[in-house]
DNA sequence: TTAGGGTTAG
C-alpha cells in the first residue's frame, strides 16, 4: 500500500508517528501531497499542535494544504486561530475554493463574525458557477448562529438541492433562535419533502420543550434507532429542566450507565435552578467523589453561578480554590463568573481583587464589577468603574449602558444616570433599547419624577412593553401616585394577564391607599385565574450548610427556639425606639394579627437565627427571593445597632448593608 | 455543511 494511502486510514497516534517516520526517512518529507495527508491524520487525532508544524515546513503549500489546517483547527473547536489563518490566506491573495469557504463558515458562526461572515458570502456570490449544497447549508447555518434568521431562510429558499443536513441547520436556527412554530413548520415541511429527519432533527425539536410534540419526536427517535443515544437523552434532560421538571430529568439521568460531564453538569444547574442548594451540593460532591467527573470551564461556572444565587460565599470561595487548581483562572468566561459570585455575596473586595488579577478583561468582566457596585449601593464607584473601563480601550456595550443606569437608580444618582444615557446614545451612538429605557424611567421614577418618567415613554421610539410599565408602576408605588399606578396596572394585565406579580402590585396599591374593597378584588382575581404569589423566601448560609425560612412557617425545624429568641429581639429592639409598621401588612385583618404577621416574616426568621447560630460581632448575611419590606428593612437597621452586628440582606433587587442602624441603602430602594 | 451543559444587565 502506498503512504498517501496508508495515512488516509490510520486514525491512532502510534501508527500515525510511525508513518510519519517512514515518510521522513524515505525523504519524502518535502513532498506537499503526503505532508496534507499527515496534517490531516494529526489532526484527526487531536494533535493540532503537530499538523501545524507540518504546515509551517511544507515548502509549497496549496490551497488543500490551507483548507486540511483550517479544517484541522475547526475540528478541535480552535475557531478563534480559523479565522486568523483564513485572513492569512486573504493577505497572500491565495483564493479560497467552496470546500475552505464551506469549512471556514462554522467557525465564523461560532466566533459571532458577522462582517468576516458576510464578506465571505459576497465572494462566493461573486465567483460562484452554481450552488453549492455544502456552502450553502454552510451559510444557514452561519446566520442562523449570527441570530440573522431572515437572511438564513432567505438562503435556504434559495437553494436548489437540499439534504438532510440543510434541513437540520435551519430547524435549529429557529429552534435556537426561539422561534418554535417556525422550527415546527419546516420540521412538517420537510417530511412533505419526503425526508423523515435524523437525530439532529430530533435534538433541534427536543429543545423546543413544546410537549405536545412528544408522541411526534418520540416516534422519530425510536425509528432513527437513537432511543438510547446519550445525546439525546441529555437534551431531554435540558429540555425537562427548562421547564422546571427536575425530578424527571433526574430519572434520566439515573438511567445512563456512562454518565458524562455535561449529563452531570444539568443535573448542577437543575438543582439550583429549582433553589435546591443542598441537593445541589450534594450531586456536586458526588461528582466529585464517587465518580471523579473533571471539571471544565462551564461546569465551574454553573457551580460559580449557584453560589452566586444563593449568596453561598463559603461554598464560592471553595469554588475559587477549584477554578485554581483545575488552571481555569485565565478564562475570560470563568473570571466573570467569579466576580459575579463574589460581588452577589457582598464581598465586593473579593469580586475587585479577582478582577485585579486577570491578565485580560472583557467587556463581560468590566460589566459585572459594575453591576456588583450598583447592586451594593456604591454609584459613584460603578461609575467611576465605567470610566476605567473606557479608558482601557474596552468599548462598553448594551448591558454596560444597562449596569451603569442600574448603579445610578439604585444609588440615586439621577443627573449623572442621565448624562450617560445621552452620551451612550448621542457620542457613542449607541441606539437605546427597551431595557435602557425601563432604566431610564426607574431613574427618574424612583426619584419621585413620575411625569418625566411617563412622558418619555409616550416619546421614544419603541413600544413600551412589561419592563417599562413595571418599573413606572413601582414608582407608583414608592410616590403614592395611586391614579397613576391604576392606570398602569391595568396595561400589565392586559399584556400579561398570567403573571401574579401586577396583582400583588395592584392589590398592594390598593392596599395602601386604604381601598380594600378593590384590593380584595385584585387578589380574587388572581385566585380565579389560578395564579400564585411565590412565597418569601429568605435563606443563609451558615459552615457551608444553607438553611431556608419561609414566612410563618411554625413547622420549620428550628421554630420553637426561634420564635423564642424573637420575642426577646423584638423586645429589645422596642425599647431601642422600633414601631411595628403594620402599613407593610397590606391585608384585611386587626392589627394584632399584622402584628403576629409581620413578627414572623421570612427575612425575621433568618435574621433570629443568624444572631443565634454565629459567633458574636460576625456578619450576617442573608439572601431574600422577593423585595425586602418596609418593616423588615427598619427592623434591621435597629438590629444592627442594639446587638452591633453587620446585617447584609439581598433582596431581589439589591444589597442592604444594615451598620449601626444606617442601611447602606439610604432608604432609598 | 448540522449536535447536548456556561458568565453580566431587569
Redesign the pocket.
Known amino acids: 500500500m502506498s503512504h498517501a494511502s496508508i495515512l488516509q486510514k490510520i486514525r491512532d497516534i502510534r501508527p500515525l508517528h510511525q508513518a510519519h517516520a517512514r515518510v521522513i526517512v524515505s525523504n519524502l518529507s518535502e513532498n506537499v501531497f503526503l505532508c496534507n495527508r499527515l496534517m490531516n491524520a494529526y489532526a484527526s487525532c487531536g494533535l493540532v499542535s503537530k499538523s501545524q508544524i507540518i504546515f509551517s515546513q511544507i515548502p509549497s503549500k496549496n490551497l488543500v494544504s490551507w483548507t486540511i489546517f483550517l479544517?484541522g483547527l475547526k475540528k478541535n473547536d480552535r475557531f478563534f486561530e480559523v479565522a486568523e489563518v483564513f485572513n492569512e490566506m486573504m493577505v497572500l491573495k491565495i483564493r479560497p475554493n467552496d470546500i475552505t469557504i464551506?469549512?471556514v463558515?462554522?467557525a465564523f458562526g461560532k466566533l459571532g463574525r458577522v462582517l468576516l461572515g458576510k464578506s465571505v458570502h459576497c465572494y462566493w456570490i461573486k465567483r460562484n458557477f452554481g450552488g453549492n449544497?455544502?456552502v450553502e447549508?454552510?451559510l444557514v447555518?452561519m446566520y442562523s448562529k449570527f441570530g440573522c434568521m431572515r437572511i438564513a431562510r432567505n438562503v435556504f429558499d434559495n437553494m436548489t438541492v437540499r439534504?438532510?443536513?440543510?434541513w437540520?441547520?435551519i430547524i435549529?436556527g429557529y429552534s435556537?433562535n426561539g422561534y418554535g412554530g417556525e422550527a415546527l413548520q419546516m420540521f412538517r415541511w420537510m417530511k412533505r419533502n419526503g425526508l423523515s429527519g435524523d437525530?439532529?432533527t430530533a435534538?433541534s425539536l427536543i429543545?423546543l420543550e413544546d410537549f405536545r410534540l412528544g408522541i411526534e419526536i418520540h416516534s422519530l427517535v425510536v425509528r432513527s434507532g437513537y432511543e438510547n443515544d446519550?445525546?439525546i437523552r441529555?437534551?431531554l434532560m435540558?429540555s425537562y429542566i427548562n421547564g422546571n421538571f427536575v425530578d424527571d430529568a433526574y430519572r434520566i439521568f439515573k438511567g445512563i450507565t456512562k454518565k458524562?460531564?455535561?449529563?452531570w453538569?444539568?443535573m448542577l444547574?437543575g438543582f439550583s435552578k429549582s433553589g435546591n442548594w443542598r441537593r445541589t451540593l450534594e450531586h456536586f460532591k458526588k461528582m466529585m467523589g464517587e465518580d471523579k467527573i473533571a471539571l471544565?470551564?462551564?461546569?465551574l461556572?454553573?457551580m460559580l453561578?449557584g453560589c452566586?444565587c444563593f449568596g453561598a460565599l463559603e461554598q464560592g470561595r471553595g469554588m475559587h480554590g477549584l477554578v485554581l487548581k483545575t488552571g481555569f483562572q485565565d478564562d475570560?468566561?470563568v473570571g466573570?463568573?467569579v466576580i459575579?459570585m463574589y460581588a452577589n455575596c457582598a464581598s465586593m473586595i473579593d469580586a475587585k481583587k479577582y478582577f485585579g488579577g486577570m491578565v485580560e478583561k472583557d467587556?463581560?468582566c468590566w460589566?459585572?464589577l459594575i453591576?456588583g457596585y450598583?447592586?451594593i449601593g456604591r454609584g459613584n464607584e460603578a461609575i467611576d468603574t465605567f470610566l476605567k473601563m473606557k479608558s482601557s480601550g474596552v468599548s462598553p456595550d448594551?448591558?454596560t449602558l444597562?449596569?451603569v443606569l442600574?448603579a445610578c437608580s439604585h444609588a440615586g444618582l439621577v443627573e449623572q444616570g442621565l448624562r450617560i444615557f445621552d452620551q451612550m446614545t448621542k457620542v457613542w451612538h449607541l441606539i437605546p433599547s427597551l431595557?435602557h429605557y425601563?432604566?431610564v424611567v426607574?431613574l427618574l421614577g424612583r426619584s419621585g419624577r413620575i411625569n418625566d418618567a411617563y412622558s418619555l415613554t409616550k416619546r421614544m421610539h419603541l413600544q413600551p412593553g412589561l419592563?417599562i410599565y413595571s418599573?413606572l408602576l413601582t414608582a407608583c408605588k414608592i410616590h403614592r401616585n395611586f391614579e397613576l399606578g391604576d392606570e398602569i396596572s391595568q396595561k400589565l394585565v392586559e399584556l400579561n394577564p398570567n403573571d401574579a406579580g401586577h396583582y400583588i402590585l395592584l392589590s398592594n396599591m390598593y392596599a395602601l391607599a386604604g381601598n380594600w374593597d378593590c384590593a380584595r378584588m385584585s387578589r380574587v382575581s388572581l385566585k380565579s385565574n389560578n395564579l400564585k404569589k411565590n412565597p418569601g423566601l429568605s435563606s443563609m448560609e451558615i459552615n457551608g450548610e444553607m438553611f431556608t425560612f419561609m414566612a410563618s412557617q411554625i413547622d420549620h425545624p428550628h421554630y420553637l427556639e426561634i420564635r423564642d429568641f424573637l420575642q426577646g429581639l423584638i423586645l429589645k429592639i422596642k425599647a431601642a425606639g422600633y414601631e411595628p409598621d403594620t402599613n407593610s401588612v397590606l391585608l384585611d385583618v386587626s392589627d394584632d394579627v399584622k402584628r403576629d404577621i409581620l413578627f414572623h416574616h421570612s427575612e425575621k426568621l433568618a435574621i433570629a437565627f443568624g444572631l443565634m447560630k454565629t459567633k458574636p460581632g460576625s456578619v450576617v448575611r442573608i439572601t431574600k427571593n422577593l423585595r425586602i419590606c418596609d418593616d423588615c428593612h427598619i427592623a434591621s437597621k435597629f438590629v444592627s445597632k442594639v446587638y452591633a452586628r453587620v446585617l447584609i440582606i439581598k433582596d431581589a433587587n439589591r444589597f442592604h448593608v444594615f451598620r449601626d442602624g444606617i442601611c447602606s441603602c439610604r432608604d432609598w430602594w
Do not use: H, Q, R, W
Request: proline content about 3%; aromatic content about 6%; overall charge negative.
Open positions: 479544517s464551506a469549512t463558515l462554522p449544497v455544502f447549508t454552510g447555518d439534504n438532510v443536513v440543510s437540520n441547520a435549529s435556537n437525530i439532529f435534538m429543545s446519550p445525546l441529555t437534551a435540558g458524562d460531564l455535561v449529563a453538569t444539568l444547574k471544565d470551564y462551564v461546569s461556572i454553573t453561578s452566586s475570560l468566561f466573570s463568573a459575579d467587556v463581560v460589566n459585572t453591576s450598583g447592586m448594551e448591558s444597562v449596569s442600574c431595557k425601563a432604566c426607574d419592563e418599573s
